[in-house]
């Protein structure tokens, strides 16, 4: 049998306050930062995100926001072993891949991504880890991209003679497949996030 499509039409008695509730969106919007972004999120979100990055095998996922002035971008949720450490974690907007896909819009994947000349290495030193293998793609909510959604695969690091290098075995990288598992996982976050602002907006929840 053929789908039909539904007809909804905006209630007329809504439509002079649409400017009303978009401008009071976006102070929403602007008032959603990387320190109480997972207020927003409820446990449903979280478990999602977390069994998302564990099914593509990825070592740490994270979503990073920009701050209220937009001069960094700061991890604001990760899912793995080293939260403590990434969690408030600081990248310019001017250095770093999360931050193209933040100034271009477009989504990242790369395997030997240590490689990428543009390829930020503040974290990995930080972890003492090698970025091996990245995702990252845009994040939007309200209809303004608000940071970015990454994942990656790690190597260890050890020092010899003050010189570090990757260790361990090689991890399988990431591909298309992956690839569209993040950016189905952003537009869940997006409309997740969307509906609890709106619900907030017009008093169904109080975040």
């Not at 809504?14 to 930062?33: C, I, M, S």
């Not at 990387?34 to 593509?56: G, H, Q, W, Y």
């Not at 503040?122 to 939007?140: C, G």
């Not at 996982?185 to 609890?196: M, P, Q």
């Amino acid at each position: 049998m053929k789908p039909t499509r539904a007809n909804f039409l905006p209630e007329p008695r809504f439509v002079p306050l649409r400017p009303a509730l978009q401008e009071h969106l976006a102070k929403l919007g602007a008032a959603v930062t990387p320190e109480n972004f997972l207020s927003v999120c409820d446990e449903m979100l979280l478990k999602l995100l977390k069994e998302t990055f564990a099914r593509i095998s990825a070592d740490e996922g994270s979503i990073w926001l920009l701050d209220q002035q937009k001069e960094n971008l700061v991890v604001a949720y990760n899912s793995g072993p080293n939260t403590e450490k990434i969690m408030g974690f600081k990248q310019p907007v001017t250095k770093g891949i999360v931050s193209l896909v933040v100034a271009s819009e477009h989504a990242f994947v790369e395997n030997q991504v240590y490689k990428n000349a543009k390829h930020s290495a503040t974290l990995d030193q930080k972890l003492r880890k090698t970025t091996y293998a990245m995702i990252a793609v845009p994040l939007y909510f309200l209809n303004e991209v608000r940071g970015v959604i990454s994942c990656v695969q790690l190597l260890d690091v050890v020092v010899h003679d003050g010189q570090a290098a990757a260790s361990g075995d090689t991890p399988a990288g990431f591909g298309p497949p992956e690839l569209n598992a993040i950016q189905t996982i952003a537009a869940v976050v997006r409309d997740l996030i969307d509906y609890r602002l709106l619900g907030t907006a017009v008093g169904w929840n109080r975040l």
